[in-house]
C-alpha cells in the first residue's frame, strides 16, 4: 500500500506519488543544493562556505514529503526511511567514507527511542556497503529544539555542541540527516570530525528546506535575519 495515496502498490511509495515529489533543481550549487548557474559554487558558498565540502540533497522539503519525513520521525513510518534508500541508484561520495548521523540530544532520544539521522545512515550503510559510526561523535549538551527558532538563533544554538570521542585522523566523512534547513547543525558536526584529524567531510540529507525571501524573513522575524 503506498504511504502517500493508499493505493496497491508493490513498494512504500507508488510509481505516480514517486513521481510528484519535488525534486531539487538540476542547476544547484555542489555545495549548499540551492540555486546556481551552471552547477558552480553559489556566491553565498563563495562568501562564506560551508565547513562540509559537498552536499547531497534527494528532494524539496515540501508537502507531502514533508508529512512523510514527519511521520517516519515523529511515528514509525521507517518503511519511508528504506523507501528513499532505494531510490538512490548510486553512491556519489567516497566508497570508504565512514557515516556520521547526527547525534541526538540523549533527552530527545530517550523519549523518542530512536534517531531518525542514524536510521537513515543505516539503511544507506546496508546498501552501499558502507560504515556507519553512530557513536563517534556526541552532542556535549543540551540544545533548544531547532524548529523553534529564527537562523540567527539557530546558529548560536549549536555551537559548540559536539564533540568527537575518537580520532578520525585519515578519514572521509559523511555526516547524514534528515533534513537541512540553515546548515548550522551540520557545519558545528562538520567542525567537529575536522577538529578530529578527518581530511574530507560531506553530507547528505533527504530534503533540502528553500530558504524564504529576504521580505519574507522581515515580516516573520521583524528583521532580515541571515
Known sequence: MCFFCGDSAPETVCEPCA????????????????????????????????VWQHLI????????????IVSAKYHHAFPIFRWVSAQRRNWPFEPSATLIPVPLAELRLQT????QAQLIANEMA???SLRVDDDGVIRIRETDIQQ???????????????????SFAGESVVLVDDVLTTGSTLNELARA?????????????LARVQPIRRRDRVVKFGRATT
Not at 57 to 68: D, I, S, T, V
Not at 193 to 205: F, H, I, L, Q
Open 19 to 50: 513521481g510528484s515529489l519535488l525534486r531539487l533543481q538540476r542547476e544547484v550549487c555542489p555545495r549548499c543544493q540551492l540555486p546556481a548557474a551552471n552547477r558552480e559554487v553559489c556566491g553565498r558558498c563563495l562568501k562564506k562556505p560551508p
Open 57 to 68: 540533497a534527494e528532494w524539496q522539503y515540501e508537502f507531502p514529503l514533508k508529512a512523510a
Open 112 to 115: 523518542r527511542g530512536y534517531n
Open 126 to 128: 546496508k546498501r552501499f
Open 148 to 166: 523553534r527558532l529564527n537562523w540567527s538563533e539557530r546558529r548560536r544554538n549549536v555551537h559548540h555542541a559536539f564533540a568527537a570521542t575518537r
Open 193 to 205: 570530525v575536522y577538529e578530529a584529524g578527518a581530511v574530507r567531510v560531506d553530507a547528505y540529507v
